[in-house]
T-cell receptor, first 112, second 113 residues
Framework: KNEVEQSPQNLTAQEGEFITINCSYSVGISALHWLQQHPGGGIVSLFMLSSGKKKHGRLIATINIQEKHSSLHITASHPRDSAVYICAVIGFWGGATNKLIFGTGTLLAVQP | DVKVTQSSRYLVKRTGEKVFLECVQDMDHENMFWYRQDPGLGLRLIYFSYDVKMKEKGDIPEGYSVSREKKERFSLILESASTNQTSMYLC????????????FGPGTRLTVT
């Protein structure tokens, strides 16, 4: 079983719909990232959060540390939101690094 | 803006060749990482470095080595490329340990024939 699980793996939505992507993890973490990867492109960090909720434009990320669960919401979705969304966690590894454990990603396609 | 650049976007090599993938960051970050990304497996850590000349193995180091002679540059070396090393390779950097974001390069799509 993966330490970081995302659902759904694939998601198709119509433009304007409200979208939710879920991430569950089984390890103790110090923080969680939501990342975005466009086709053929590099990866961009959307959020890093360790508690509560963060909002940036139409994107909202929440985390529940007790339940080991995070969600990424996209309001008023648009075709340009089409991408792979990746959840990644930073554990209590110790040492001089902040290694990430990644989920396998959610492929989102927003149709006009 | 943080810039992480990788030497090639696409690379085609033959089995047995020695392959160098270069990564450069311009933000004076201490940590640098090499990942590979494969469908259904997500990103997996190959090696990371937390200082010049320092390196640690990640989850899948077999068949790879790394070099960090300067703070801004982190190289991934495939000593003898094999077809199962065909993948997308991504470099990332971040400040030293703590809750700092990792910044990713654009990736190198390596095909080994």
């Amino acid at each position: 079983k993966n330490e970081v699980e995302q659902s759904p793996q694939n998601l198709t939505a119509q433009e304007g719909e409200f979208i939710t992507i879920n991430c569950s993890y089984s390890v103790g973490i110090s923080a969680l990232h939501w990342l975005q990867q466009h086709p053929g492109g590099g990866i961009v960090s959307l959020f890093m959060l360790s508690s509560g909720k963060k909002k940036h434009g139409r994107l909202i990320a929440t985390i529940n540390i007790q339940e080991k669960h995070s969600s990424l919401h996209i309001t008023a979705s648009h075709p340009r939101d089409s991408a792979v969304y990746i959840c990644a966690v930073i554990g209590f590894w110790g040492g001089a690094t902040n290694k990430l454990i990644f989920g396998t990603g959610t492929l989102l396609a927003v149709q006009p | 803006d943080v810039k992480v650049t990788q030497s090639s976007r696409y690379l085609v090599k033959r089995t047995g060749e020695k392959v160098f993938l270069e990564c450069v960051q311009d933000m004076d970050h201490e940590n640098m990482f090499w990942y590979r990304q494969d469908p259904g497996l997500g990103l997996r850590l190959i090696y990371f470095s937390y200082d010049v000349k320092m390196k640690e193995k990640g989850d899948i180091p077999e068949g790879y080595s790394v070099s960090r002679e300067k703070k801004e540059r982190f190289s991934l070396i495939l000593e003898s490329a094999s077809t199962n090393q065909t993948s997308m390779y991504l470099c990332a950097s971040s400040k030293v340990a703590g809750l700092y974001e990792q910044y990713f390069g654009p990736g190198t799509r390596l095909t080994v024939t």
